[in-house]
């Protein structure tokens, strides 16, 4: 899911989406989410690292 997703304005209009919308809502509150653990190391990329990993994407 985007995270720009978790923005939006839900408008419902009547009776039937609205006990749809509830629905959804108890599922996923009953879900358990899953712990991951991270395999891989990640480390943050700063200025020219970036521009280097990105030259060959230029048009």
Same mark, same amino acid.
């Given at each position: 899911?985007?995270?720009s997703s978790i923005f ?23 879900? /358990? ?21 990105? /030259?060959?994407? /230029?048009?």
């Amino acid at each position: 899911m985007a995270t720009s997703s978790i923005f939006r304005n839900v408008s419902i209009r009547n009776k039937h989406l609205a006990k749809s919308m509830l629905r959804f809502l108890e599922k996923a509150q009953a879900k /358990k989410y899953k712990e991951h653990t991270l395999t891989k190391s990640c480390r943050e990329a700063k200025g020219e690292e970036i521009k280097d990993v990105l /030259k060959d994407f /230029k048009k």
